[in-house]
């Protein structure tokens, strides 16, 4: 499977952004696809993921702020951002994996297919 993601920029405090990551081919529900965000300096974090195409995961700094979303005719799952903070200023990538597990979701290493990530930069 191959990622393409696209959608980042330049937005001020309190704006929007909606990311798209386009699939190569049909995921369906085998697949989770998620979002990981990497800052200067600082490890990749996770984000958020559409579990097995059904229950969606956010982390805890991004509920009731991002929305994760699926166009299954277009194999593209979406990251709508909004009330951005300046701390979510990172490069994003969307990534796959077919073997997540509840407990493992949240962990980068679990997910084999990944995006080319996109910058978000949010100005205060």
């Known amino acids: 499977v191959q990622l393409q993601a696209s959608g980042g920029g330049l937005v001020q405090a309190g704006g929007s952004l909606r990311l798209s990551c386009t699939a190569s081919?049909?995921?369906?529900?085998?697949?989770?696809l998620g979002w990981f965000r990497q800052a200067p300096g600082k490890e990749h974090e996770f984000v958020g993921t559409?579990?097995?195409?059904?229950?969606?995961y956010y982390e805890d700094s991004v509920k009731g702020r991002f929305t994760i979303s699926r166009d299954n005719a277009k194999n593209t799952v979406y990251l709508q951002m909004n009330n951005l903070r300046p701390e979510d200023t990172a490069v994003y990538y969307c990534?796959?994996?077919?073997?997540?597990?509840?407990?493992?979701?949240?962990?980068?290493?679990?997910?084999?297919?990944w995006g080319q990530g996109t910058q978000v930069t949010v100005s205060s």
């Open positions: 081919e049909r995921t369906g529900n085998n697949y989770s």
């Open positions: 990534a796959a994996s077919a073997r997540l597990t509840i407990t493992t979701l949240r962990l980068k290493n679990f997910y084999d297919y």
């Open positions: 559409m579990f097995r195409g059904q229950r969606i």
